[in-house]
């Protein structure tokens, strides 16, 4: 298996998780002009990443990757237990996290260093929003250790995030299951091998 990531998106998630699964893996680091290569938009038309190659099969997608991590690799047991109702479960946080959390992020990343008012006001509209959604997760993770209970897919996706809105600087206060989790997340070995491959992080 080969992960095509940049460091610090949405593609550490399935880097992760490639971890926790036990593959046997390399990563293709990227960049924003190299996804742009024609010899990558072929095989990844949208231009971005992640983008995992199984032998000659490319699937792209958060959601996408990691549920087929979690298929493929099922000893993992990253879609919680057995039954459809589990499995719905750990598919109905995954989606809230790449349908509403995740893109609630873009205005933040295009404006927040902005100083025109407009973009201001962008920005602390998409700061409330991404708040609500973090205080919706908060609540969820009330006596738990992960997002349904057991380790999942959901796990690594929402570390991402949580990472993206401690450098965006986001108002986390009070959010004490969530900094629960990133620290257990933080000590995660699977999670510290990722760090350190992308970013050269040592915790």
């Given at each position: ?11 550490l998630?399935?880097?992760?998780a490639l971890?926790?699964v ?28 992640p ?28 879609l ?40 201001e ?44 809105a ?13 900094a ?7 000590s ?16």
């Open positions: 298996m080969q992960l095509y990531y940049i460091p610090g998106a949405c593609s998630a399935d880097h992760i971890e926790w036990g593959a046997n893996y390399d990563m293709v680091e990227m960049n924003f002009k190299s996804i742009k290569s024609p010899d990558y938009m072929a095989m990844n038309p949208g231009g971005n990443v983008l995992l190659k199984h032998g000659d099969f490319l699937l792209t997608e958060n959601v996408a990757i990691l549920h087929y991590l979690a298929e493929t690799f099922p000893k993992a047991q990253l919680g237990k057995d039954t459809p109702r589990d499995r719905a479960e750990v598919m109905r946080w995954l989606a809230f996290i790449n349908s509403d959390v995740h893109p609630s992020f873009h205005p933040l990343f295009m404006h927040h260093r902005s100083a025109d008012p407009a973009a006001r962008v920005v602390a509209g998409a700061a409330r929003q991404v708040r609500r959604y973090l205080e919706r997760l908060e609540r969820q993770l009330e006596g738990k250790s992960w997002v349904v209970g057991e380790r999942s897919v959901v796990d690594p996706y929402l570390f991402v995030v949580l990472r993206w401690t450098v965006l600087k986001l108002d986390l206060d009070g959010l004490n299951n969530l629960a989790f990133s620290d257990r997340m933080y995660d070995d699977g999670v510290s091998a990722a760090l350190f491959a992308e970013e050269g992080l040592q915790i």
